[in-house]
């Protein structure tokens, strides 16, 4: 029998070249809750655990000059319980705030939701719709790349052997600009989203939508830009004729299959209703001045 | 239901009186602190010095002839102890028994437990070993190699019923169908039950109404996993620490199975982390055993919830067609109910048990049923709660709904107009006795509830349930304590409803001391006769009896000693708030003794108190209630949010009534999880896609409104205490009453279960195509 190896590293170095010699048979751990439970059903049968709860950098929430910036390894209800953090970033909340229970959400981190690449990630729209970054940490440096670019398929990441996610960056937003999630479950929680919606919008002094970012989860094999659904907002002031507009754009960019969870004509339905939903909350929002 | 009462059974007549322990709340449950405090002992708490692991391999493969199993590699790995498969275990001729309220035929029993011929579902067991440790053991199942055919396989019921399906069984032919039919199927017996002239019936009739409902299976969802620990001595004795509602059945089941006697095998039951009919059937019992026999060690088994669902026993998938005539003044004058179930790889469904709930609501002088049991690839299925009746229940009364609606009659009016009551003749059989149905419509009727107002998309559901109460063996021994206090050893198994409380509510009732004095303590088989399972909502009507009979027994010794002490004749001396008194100032001058003074002389005047029951209980009481639902539908998603829930029931007598709303709300959240969202999901290989509670989606606290509960009491006449069965009633009503409220939210009727909003919003727009563009 092998046996697995559980390291606690307190350093960046120290993690990355554990991860780094375990090669692709390593898992990286910080809430544990798909980790083990995927442990548990035997998905994985890791060699190697590299718990990095205890490296610094990946447990800071910090205002910067430019934006927020959050370790990978912050817990949900560390980030539910971040005053400021919450009143600034409502809409990365939304989908925060949906993930698992509430004893879940006290493990579980953002950093693990991105990178389990699950298309159903309930923290992942509104960090694209934020245009939200991640900062990479790797034997072959650093790197900063948009969370889209993380997850490139089911269970599948783009960062390559000894990477690690250290946090995400989420830029200032400019004075008018209101984001939101919704999801759609079958039941009202302690689910896995159907369909999920996330959207950015930003209003001139006019009222009217000058820049807008819609992503879909849930309909494809990762998270979804779509981009003719933020164009049917942009020039409007998200009335009714561009909300018909977005819900259809919305459902046209759907790529989704059919599955324990749902059908294929559902998801594209609901995508579009979702989308009209979580735009009139982002408009509110807006209007209040929040994000 | 399902077997015939005993002529030799016991009944006790109802006597009213004045109560001061039972009907009302005890302070405390007794087992309660144990439970939230982590000490209660659930079978996978129990360890022996030295054991060993038990896993499970099993088929990946819905249907497929089993070619060869080869476990020599497995063997050989380190840690390894004992490896089983079909040849460790004997093979069994067709021998029926009852295993709770379904029948088992030991033929088809240890086919479940271990694949023989063919693996019939997905998840069927193929072998089994024993390790030093999990890792171990999982890992030597990967070493075992199995060489199998893969067959066609089958999982619908429609399907299966299909002339050119796949057969599971070769040599089946269809029992019950005259003549004989010559070619197999996969329709192992038809029953039928019937009262009247149907055909007459629908000719008297001015409007009939046929719809075909669909439903798919479900499970118990018991938080508890099965687990067994098991030791075989060299002596050749068993012992067994399980997960069980039943544990002399077990017993019965091991015995037969492993061709032990009786006595070698004793079972103790853990504490019960649920098991709403599913835990009636051995799964991992004789694996740990015959595992341990070979290893010379203690084995442990858990399952994990994967195998829980995938092997261990749901309810059936059904297809039922419905067909109710009724005359312009709202009389029905036929009722026939075609019901096509599920029994899973071997015959056995719940069609003998739900066939009687079908249309006893209701006084219909011409009734049919007829029922298909139909074998397909899917694991054997076991009772839930009510085996078989909420499916049946969704077709009636969404069909009284209807021809309700059609006659412009009031949907309680119409169930009011044709309603059972006493001397009303079933279609199974009995008269009906003095029942609480009509109490429970007109306290509907009568409910702020029916008062409450509906905004837009919301919609009200009425529905309305029946289950007889079983009563079968059951056994009690009351011990009477040098201190005064009294231990209730009882044999049927406290399925976590509370039975213990209520039994020692009965005993402290019955001797006249404080409750506080009572304990009621499980037994295991060692310690009373055989006990029939915890099935048929017979814990308290029936282990209730038993108690009062055990208690009667030990007063009748108590009253003994008293005569002894007094020297007078034991018909001088009476029992009275928990003393001995002389019968009359004529017997002599005497202080009254205590409980607890004769308990201290007793061994001096003839030795121990107790008390004993060994009885046939036959005086179960059939129960009825109604049930009242809003719900709102949002139009876009398909979603149903419940808004309020009402149950109304006739408990004959509640015991302890905080523990009676508890049954009734418990089981109404199974129905209303089963009527929104629960459901079996296969691939197209017949492989369960769902085996979990992420994906077999029952409800979570904030799906469930507030539940009110109202307790209508018509006394069961054959009962001292006049109990009814209260646990499975409740969970009948949901699935109609919420397809109710669905249509007269939004106009949809939803025939197809589950009503999980995708199939909601398919609904809404057929209806609605036109509104749906814009």
Same mark, same amino acid.
């Given at each position: 029998?092998?046996?697995?190896?559980?390291?606690?590293?307190?350093?960046?170095?120290?993690?990355?070249?554990?991860?780094?010699?375990?090669? &692709?048979?390593?898992?990286?751990?910080?809430? &544990?809750?798909?980790?083990?439970?995927?442990?548990?059903?035997?998905?994985?049968?890791?060699?190697?655990?590299?718990?990095?709860?205890?490296?610094?950098?990946?447990?800071?929430?910090?205002?910067?000059?430019?934006?927020?910036?959050?370790?990978?390894?912050?817990? &949900?209800?560390?980030?539910?319980?971040?005053?400021?953090?919450?009143?600034?970033?409502?809409?990365?909340?939304?989908?925060?705030?949906?993930?698992?229970?509430?004893?879940?959400?006290?493990?579980?981190?953002?950093? *693990?939701?991105?990178?389990?690449?699950?298309?159903?990630?309930?923290?992942?729209?509104?960090?694209?719709?934020?245009?939200?970054?991640?900062?990479?940490?790797?034997?072959? %440096?650093?790197?900063?790349?948009?969370?889209?670019?993380?997850?490139?398929?089911?269970?599948?990441?783009?960062?390559?052997? *000894?990477?690690?996610?250290?946090?995400?960056?989420?830029?200032?937003?400019?004075? %008018?600009?209101? %984001?939101?999630?919704?999801?759609?479950?079958?039941?009202?929680?302690?689910?896995?989203?159907?369909?999920?919606?996330?959207?950015?919008?930003?209003?001139?002094?006019?009222?009217?939508?000058?820049?807008?970012?819609?992503?879909?989860?849930?309909?494809?094999?990762?998270?979804?830009?779509?981009?003719?659904?933020?164009?049917?907002?942009?020039?409007?002031?998200?009335?009714?004729?561009?909300?018909?507009?977005?819900?259809?754009?919305?459902?046209?960019?759907?790529?989704?299959?059919?599955?324990?969870?749902?059908?294929?004509?559902?998801?594209?339905?609901?995508?579009?209703?979702?989308?009209?939903?979580?735009?009139?909350?982002?408009?509110?929002?807006?209007?209040?001045?929040?994000? | 239901?399902?077997?015939?009462?005993?002529?030799?059974?016991?009944?006790?007549?109802?006597?009213?009186?004045?109560?001061?322990?039972?009907?009302?709340?005890?302070?405390?449950?007794?087992?309660?602190?144990?439970?939230?405090?982590?000490?209660?002992?659930?079978?996978?708490?129990?360890?022996?010095?030295?054991?060993?692991?038990?896993?499970?391999?099993?088929?990946? $493969?819905? $249907?497929?002839?089993?070619?060869?199993?080869?476990?020599?590699?497995?063997?050989?790995?380190?840690?390894? =102890?004992?490896?089983?498969?079909?040849?460790?275990?004997?093979?069994?001729?067709?021998?029926?028994?009852?295993?709770?309220?379904?029948?088992?035929?030991?033929?088809?029993?240890?086919?479940?437990?271990?694949?023989?011929?063919?693996?019939?579902?997905?998840?069927?067991?193929?072998?089994?070993?024993?390790?030093?440790?999990?890792?171990?053991?999982?890992?030597?199942?990967?070493?075992?190699?199995?060489?199998?055919?893969?067959?066609?396989?089958?999982?619908?019921?429609?399907?299966?019923?299909?002339?050119?399906?796949?057969?599971?069984?070769?040599?089946?032919?269809?029992?019950?169908?005259?003549?004989?039919?010559?070619?197999?199927?996969?329709?192992?017996?038809?029953?039928?039950?019937?009262?009247?002239?149907?055909?007459?019936?629908?000719?008297?009739?001015?409007?009939?109404?046929?719809?075909?409902?669909?439903?798919?299976?479900?499970?118990?969802?018991?938080?508890?996993?099965?687990?067994?620990?098991?030791?075989?001595?060299?002596?050749?004795?068993?012992?067994?620490?399980?997960?069980?509602?039943?544990?002399?059945?077990?017993?019965?089941?091991?015995?037969?199975?492993?061709?032990?006697?009786?006595?070698?095998?004793?079972?103790?039951?853990?504490?019960? +982390?649920?098991?709403?009919?599913?835990?009636?059937?051995?799964?991992?019992?004789?694996?740990?055993?015959?595992?341990?026999?070979?290893?010379?060690?203690?084995?442990?088994?858990?399952?994990?919830?994967? /195998?829980?669902?995938?092997?261990?026993?749901?309810?059936?998938?059904?297809?039922?067609?419905?067909?109710?005539?009724?005359?312009?003044?709202?009389?029905?004058?036929?009722?026939?109910?075609?019901?096509?179930? #599920?029994?899973?790889?071997?015959?056995?469904?719940?069609?003998?048990?739900?066939?009687?709930?079908?249309?006893?609501?209701?006084?219909?002088?011409?009734?049919?049923?007829?029922?298909?049991?139909?074998?397909?690839?899917?694991?054997?299925?076991?009772?839930?709660?009510?085996?078989?009746?909420?499916?049946?229940?969704?077709?009636?009364?969404?069909?009284?709904?209807?021809?309700?609606?059609?006659?412009?009659?009031?949907?309680?009016?119409?169930?009011?107009?044709?309603?059972?009551?006493?001397?009303?003749?079933?279609?199974?059989?009995?008269?009906?006795?003095?029942?609480?149905?009509?109490?429970?419509?007109?306290?509907?009727?009568?409910?702020? $509830?029916?008062?409450?107002?509906?905004?837009?998309?919301?919609?009200?559901?009425?529905?309305?349930?029946?289950?007889?109460?079983?009563?079968?063996?059951?056994?009690?021994?009351?011990?009477?304590?040098?201190?005064?206090?009294?231990?209730?050893?009882?044999?049927?198994?406290?399925?976590?409803?509370?039975?213990?409380?209520?039994?020692?509510?009965?005993?402290?009732?019955?001797?006249?001391?404080?409750? =506080?004095?009572?304990?009621?303590?499980?037994?295991?088989?060692?310690?009373?006769?055989?006990?029939?399972?915890?099935?048929?909502?017979?814990?308290?009507?029936?282990?209730?009896?038993?108690?009062?009979?055990?208690?009667?027994?030990?007063?009748?010794?108590?009253?003994?000693?008293?005569?002894?002490?007094?020297?007078?004749?034991?018909?001088?001396?009476?029992?009275?708030?928990?003393?001995?008194?002389?019968?009359?100032?004529?017997?002599?001058?005497?202080?009254?003794?205590?409980?607890?003074?004769?308990?201290?002389?007793?061994?001096?005047?003839?030795?121990?108190?107790?008390?004993?029951?060994?009885?046939?209980?036959?005086?179960?009481?059939?129960?009825?209630?109604? $049930?009242?639902?809003?719900? /709102?539908?949002?139009?876009?998603?398909?979603?149903?949010?419940?808004?309020?829930?009402?149950?109304? #029931?006739?408990?004959?007598?509640?015991?302890?009534?905080?523990?009676? =709303?508890?049954?009734?709300?418990?089981?109404?959240?199974? +129905?209303?999880?089963?009527?929104?969202?629960?459901?079996?999901?296969?691939?197209?290989?017949?492989?369960?896609?769902?085996?979990?509670?992420?994906?077999?989606?029952?409800?979570?606290?904030?799906?469930?409104?507030?539940?009110?509960?109202?307790?209508?009491?018509?006394?069961?006449?054959?009962?001292?205490?006049?109990?009814?069965?209260?646990?499975?009633?409740?969970?009948?009503?949901?699935?109609?009453?919420?397809?109710?409220?669905?249509?007269?939210?939004?106009?949809?009727?939803?025939?197809?279960?589950?009503?999980?909003?995708?199939?909601?919003?398919?609904?809404?727009?057929?209806?609605?195509?036109?509104?749906?563009?814009?």
């Amino acid at each position: 029998m092998t046996e697995m190896k559980y390291e606690v590293p307190t350093s960046l170095d120290d993690a990355v070249a554990l991860l780094a010699d375990g090669k &692709g048979n390593a898992k990286v751990l910080a809430g &544990g809750t798909d980790v083990l439970v995927q442990m548990h059903m035997d998905l994985i049968e890791p060699d190697l655990i590299v718990d990095i709860k205890n490296i610094s950098e990946l447990r800071q929430i910090t205002k910067e000059k430019d934006g927020y910036r959050f370790g990978a390894a912050v817990s &949900g209800v560390e980030l539910m319980d971040h005053e400021d953090f919450c009143q600034t970033w409502p809409g990365i909340m939304d989908g925060v705030s949906l993930i698992g229970s509430l004893q879940v959400k006290g493990r579980a981190s953002v950093g *693990g939701n991105v990178c389990n690449a699950s298309p159903a990630a309930d923290s992942v729209p509104a960090m694209i719709a934020a245009g939200a970054t991640a900062t990479i940490v790797g034997p072959k %440096g650093k790197r900063d790349i948009p969370v889209e670019e993380i997850a490139t398929g089911p269970g599948q990441t783009s960062l390559e052997d *000894g990477e690690i996610v250290v946090s995400f960056f989420l830029p200032n937003s400019a004075p %008018g600009t209101g %984001g939101a999630y919704q999801r759609f479950t079958p039941r009202t929680e302690m689910d896995i989203a159907v369909v999920g919606v996330g959207i950015s919008l930003t209003l001139g002094d006019d009222g009217v939508c000058s820049s807008a970012k819609v992503a879909l989860g849930a309909v494809a094999a990762t998270a979804l830009i779509a981009e003719a659904a933020a164009a049917a907002l942009v020039g409007t002031k998200v009335d009714k004729a561009a909300l018909d507009n977005l819900a259809a754009a919305a459902s046209a960019a759907c790529k989704p299959i059919d599955d324990k969870r749902g059908t294929k004509e559902y998801r594209i339905k609901v995508a579009g209703v979702l989308a009209r939903r979580v735009a009139l909350i982002a408009l509110e929002r807006a209007l209040g001045g929040k994000e | 239901m399902g077997m015939k009462p005993s002529p030799f059974g016991t009944q006790i007549p109802y006597e009213e009186k004045e109560l001061k322990v039972v009907g009302s709340n005890p302070e405390a449950r007794p087992d309660a602190v144990d439970k939230v405090t982590g000490k209660a002992r659930y079978a996978a708490d129990i360890n022996l010095p030295g054991q060993l692991t038990g896993k499970v391999l099993r088929s990946p $493969h819905a $249907h497929a002839r089993i070619k060869s199993i080869d476990a020599s590699e497995a063997e050989k790995l380190k840690g390894v =102890k004992a490896v089983i498969c079909r040849d460790d275990l004997p093979d069994m001729p067709v021998m029926h028994a009852a295993a709770g309220e379904i029948m088992v035929n030991f033929r088809d029993v240890t086919r479940t437990i271990m694949a023989r011929e063919k693996a019939l579902f997905d998840g069927h067991p193929v072998a089994a070993v024993a390790a030093t440790s999990e890792s171990i053991a999982k890992a030597a199942l990967k070493l075992i190699k199995v060489e199998y055919e893969v067959l066609p396989h089958v999982i619908d019921v429609v399907d299966a019923m299909k002339p050119d399906a796949p057969l599971l069984h070769e040599d089946q032919i269809t029992k019950g169908v005259e003549p004989t039919p010559e070619k197999p199927s996969n329709i192992a017996a038809q029953m039928v039950s019937k009262l009247g002239d149907i055909e007459e019936g629908f000719e008297q009739a001015d409007l009939v109404v046929e719809r075909e409902f669909n439903t798919k299976a479900a499970h118990q969802g018991y938080i508890e996993p099965h687990a067994s620990l098991a030791i075989y001595t060299e002596g050749g004795n068993a012992e067994v620490w399980t997960s069980t509602q039943g544990h002399f059945l077990i017993r019965a089941q091991i015995a037969e199975i492993l061709e032990m006697d009786i006595s070698r095998v004793k079972v103790t039951p853990a504490e019960l +982390g649920g098991g709403f009919g599913g835990k009636n059937m051995i799964y991992l019992e004789p694996l740990a055993i015959v595992l341990s026999k070979k290893s010379g060690r203690p084995v442990k088994m858990v399952m994990t919830r994967d /195998e829980v669902f995938r092997a261990s026993g749901p309810t059936s998938g059904t297809n039922i067609i419905i067909k109710i005539g009724i005359t312009k003044g709202g009389k029905i004058t036929a009722a026939q109910a075609i019901l096509n179930y #599920q029994s899973g790889c071997f015959p056995g469904s719940s069609l003998p048990l739900c066939t009687p709930t079908a249309f006893t609501r209701y006084d219909i002088a011409n009734v049919l049923v007829i029922g298909n049991d139909v074998t397909c690839n899917r694991p054997k299925v076991t009772a839930y709660r009510s085996p078989g009746a909420p499916m049946i229940a969704f077709g009636v009364e969404t069909v009284m709904d209807e021809i309700a609606e059609e006659l412009n009659i009031d949907r309680l009016e119409i169930r009011l107009m044709n309603a059972a009551k006493e001397g009303t003749q079933t279609h199974f059989g009995p008269k009906l006795g003095p029942i609480g149905f009509i109490e429970t419509l007109e306290a509907a009727k009568a409910h702020n $509830h029916m008062k409450e107002k509906l905004g837009p998309n919301q919609g009200r559901g009425i529905a309305t349930g029946f289950w007889n109460t079983l009563g079968m063996e059951t056994s009690a021994t009351l011990n009477v304590n040098q201190d005064g206090t009294a231990s209730l050893i009882y044999g049927t198994v406290d399925v976590a409803g509370g039975m213990r409380t209520a039994y020692s509510q009965i005993v402290a009732e019955e001797l006249g001391i404080p409750f =506080k004095k009572v304990r009621a303590i499980q037994s295991d088989t060692s310690s009373l006769g055989f006990n029939f399972t915890t099935a048929g909502s017979r814990g308290t009507a029936a282990g209730g009896m038993a108690a009062v009979k055990a208690s009667r027994d030990a007063i009748t010794r108590m009253c003994e000693v008293a005569a002894r002490i007094w020297e007078v004749e034991l018909d001088q001396v009476v029992w009275e708030d928990g003393h001995a008194r002389p019968a009359s100032s004529n017997v002599g001058e005497f202080e009254p003794l205590s409980l607890a003074e004769i308990a201290m002389k007793a061994g001096f005047y003839g030795g121990t108190i107790a008390g004993h029951a060994e009885i046939n209980v036959t005086g179960g009481g059939p129960g009825f209630g109604t $049930h009242l639902v809003d719900v /709102e539908v949002d139009r876009e998603t398909g979603a149903v949010k419940l808004l309020r829930y009402t149950i109304i #029931q006739d408990a004959g007598k509640a015991v302890f009534p905080e523990y009676v =709303k508890a049954q009734f709300h418990g089981a109404a959240v199974q +129905g209303i999880g089963l009527a929104l969202n629960e459901e079996y999901i296969y691939d197209e290989n017949g492989v369960m896609a769902n085996p979990g509670f992420l994906d077999y989606r029952m409800p979570v606290a904030s799906d469930i409104p507030v539940i009110d509960t109202q307790i209508v009491e018509v006394p069961n006449p054959n009962h001292p205490y006049g109990i009814r069965g209260v646990g499975e009633v409740p969970i009948i009503p949901p699935l109609a009453a919420i397809s109710n409220a669905i249509y007269d939210a939004v106009g949809i009727r939803m025939r197809d279960h589950p009503m999980s909003p995708p199939k909601v919003l398919a609904a809404l727009d057929e209806a609605a195509p036109a509104t749906a563009a814009e």
